[in-house]
């Protein structure tokens, strides 16, 4: 990941939380504000289903079967 460039004059936004970012839907109305959120959803939905639908690496899937064949074991015994 890229270093960020040093800002010498400090932070642009000294607020704590989200202060320092913005979408930039300050002008939007209440409703314009619901129906960009609601769209920001769909496509973070559109995203992470698309990542779901991945198989898993070889190494994960290697792993999982490691721990299902340990708890098999310990499951027949009292």
Do not use: C, F
Request: proline share 10%; aromatic share 2%; hydrophobic share 20%.
């Amino acid at each position: 990941m890229p270093k960020r460039p040093h800002e010498p004059d400090g932070p642009r936004h000294p607020h704590k939380g989200n202060a320092g970012w913005s979408i930039g839907s300050n002008g939007l109305t209440e409703a314009g504000q619901s129906e960009l959120l609601k769209h920001l959803g769909r496509q973070l939905q559109d995203n992470y289903e698309n990542i779901l639908r991945e198989p898993a690496p070889d190494r994960l899937r290697r792993l999982v079967e490691k721990l299902k064949e340990s708890g098999d074991s310990s499951d027949d015994e009292p």
